[in-house]
């Protein structure tokens, strides 16, 4: 397709969500990085010129993404993901230890972070799978084959440690589940993270009391319409208390400190609310002080450059994970609406698309995209208000960093370049 006929096929709704997103995600930037100095913003030893010049080598990808042709991206899918996998293994040599986590290749002038590009390789092969086997996915084989192309690259990201980045992967199940797997897999997953709260919040004891209720109850309800095979039931209520019974010691013994320390405050765990007030002092320090932030904003905010806890610098990291809170601060619940509604809207817009693809591979690539976007989103701004513990993931498109624009760049045109090519596809 010539680049004349891209840009008229491109679907320009979704680049306006982009190009505000990452100017408002800038704008916020420049606010909490901002020394009270007056600097150009291409003067690169800051961070908004970083970032700054970041944008730039994005939008430079978008030219050579949509130059490229749209089979170019289905064909070499498990060549890039290939290389993804590389290059994490690499880390492990080569990388460079940043904030206790080596995660990142030293280029000179600028820090790869490849599990940001891996996200986009993974997506790819994943699509190219699922779209080559021509199946609903009920084979086992073909479930266990679309499971490993996920936890693969997931399973080298936890070592760096990187437990967050390595979450992000999982959301591409819902790929799977879009086009086909039982959805028996997802009951079982909730149930297992239900288990796992309820363990820790309440004790095993109280978790089989009420799972023997649930139970009762679905008898009760069931045995008029069919006989229920209890077997099944038993086996489910006997494999959920051995999990159980297994997440203190896994709790205890394989969670570090610090991420145990994350989940009693998320979770509430200490009853003393003193005590439990020094601990969101003290272990949810960054957290506390985004909520304090925000809430400081009120309706209409303090103003761009006004955020004095901003400029304070009481929230630690706010320019990457912790943008949120100077929107939140300077620009007030009208801001963080914006941002929330923007994002929604970008969301809405790519399942738009996703579903009016003529191709498997580009409704499967196109899911992908959503699902790695959405989990970011939710879980960054669950992380920043105080409602979902604190995991180190940014804020798409908003967050400082160049390997995180980057991937998300790529990500989401690599989709558009694919959309903006549908009318050539086969059915």
């Known amino acids: ?27 916020n930037i420049y606010s909490s990085t901002f020394s009270g100095n007056e600097q150009s913003i291409f003067n690169f030893d800051t961070l908004y010129g970083k970032q700054f010049f970041f944008i730039g080598v994005s939008f430079a990808a978008i030219i050579l993404i949509l130059a490229l042709e749209s089979s170019f991206y289905e064909r070499f899918s498990s060549v890039l993901y290939i290389i993804s996998l590389v290059l994490l293994l690499g880390l492990f040599l ?46 086992r084989k073909d479930q266990l084959y679309a499971f490993l192309i996920i936890f693969i690259p997931a399973l080298l990201i936890v070592p760096q440690p990187d437990p967050g980045s ?36 309440f004790g095993t004891t109280w978790v089989g009391v009420g799972l023997a209720l649930l139970i009762t109850v679905f008898l009760t309800v069931k045995k008029a319409t069919f006989k229920v095979p209890l077997f099944p039931l038993a086996s489910f209520f006997v494999i ?9 010691f896994v709790f205890n013994n394989v969670f570090e400190q610090r991420h145990r320390d994350r989940f009693s405050l998320w979770l509430r765990l200490e009853k003393d609310p003193d005590k439990l007030e020094e601990i969101r002092k003290t272990i949810g320090y960054n ?3 985004s909520e304090k ?22 929230v630690p990291e706010q320019h990457t994970d912790y943008i949120f809170s100077t ?56 992380m920043v208000i105080g409602v979902l513990p604190t995991i180190g993931i940014p804020l798409p498109f908003f967050s400082y960093g160049g390997s995180g624009l980057l991937g998300f760049t790529a990500l989401l045109f690599i989709f558009l370049k694919l959309d903006a090519n549908r009318l050539n596809e086969w059915l």
Do not use: C
């Not at 680049?15 to 505000?20: D, E, M, T, V």
């Not at 879009?178 to 909730?190: A, C, F, H, T, V």
């Not at 970008?346 to 959503?370: C, K, P, T, W």
């Open 327 to 382: 929107v939140g601060e300077e620009w007030g619940f009208l801001g963080t609406t914006t941002v929330v509604v923007l994002f929604t809207l970008l969301l809405l817009r790519l399942v738009y698309l996703a579903e009016r693809q003529r191709s498997d591979f580009s409704r499967m690539y196109g899911y992908g995209v959503i699902s790695i976007l959405f989990i970011h989103y939710f879980i960054n701004i669950g």
């Open 287 to 289: 957290t506390y002080q």
């Open 240 to 248: 959920a208390i051995a999990f159980s019974l297994s997440v203190n």
């Open 94 to 139: 080569f990388g460079k230890t940043i904030a206790g986590a080596t995660s990142w290749y030293d280029l000179g002038f600028f820090n790869l972070q490849p599990s940001e590009l891996a996200k986009v390789a993974t997506a790819l092969a994943l699509a190219k799978y699922l779209s080559d086997i021509q199946t609903d996915i009920k084979r």
């Open 166 to 201: 390595a979450m992000v992967f999982f959301a591409l199940v819902f790929v799977i589940f879009r086009e086909g797997l039982p959805l028996y897999y997802l009951g079982i997953g909730l149930m297992a993270v239900l288990v796992f709260i309820t363990t820790l919040m």
């Open 293 to 314: 932030a925000i809430e400081s904003g009120g309706l209409f905010g303090k103003g761009f450059l006004e955020g004095t806890r901003t400029k304070g610098d009481f």
């Open 1 to 27: 397709m010539s680049g004349k006929n891209v840009l008229k096929r491109i679907d320009w709704l979704t680049i306006l969500f982009f190009l505000l997103l990452v100017a408002i995600g800038w704008v």
